[in-house]
């Protein structure tokens, strides 16, 4: 039987490599599907505990893009990274 408040455990390194371990197992480079997700990662633990507005997450990530195609990547960066902190 599995505990639910271990199973949501997130511990996240950021001392060298960002390294994520979520529920006692290291997520690994293929786990994150897209280099912008764990980019996106990093801003958000950087600037903590301060929101990031999408204006300013599109400057850092993508300034040379349109803000039309950098705010879709942007949503798919984000459901990168909801995906490996919450597979299921």
């Given at each position: ?7 949501r ?55 040379e ?24």
């Amino acid at each position: 039987m599995s505990n639910r408040l271990t199973d949501r455990k997130i511990q996240i390194s950021t001392f060298g490599a960002l390294q994520v371990v979520r529920a006692g197992k290291r997520v690994e480079e293929s786990d994150w599907h897209t280099r912008q997700a764990r980019q996106l990662l990093k801003i958000l633990i950087t600037e903590r505990p301060r929101p990031v507005s999408t204006d300013r997450l599109i400057e850092i990530l993508w300034p040379e893009s349109a803000m039309s195609a950098a705010s879709t990547t942007l949503r798919s960066a984000i459901n990168a990274l909801r995906n490996v902190v919450e597979p299921d």
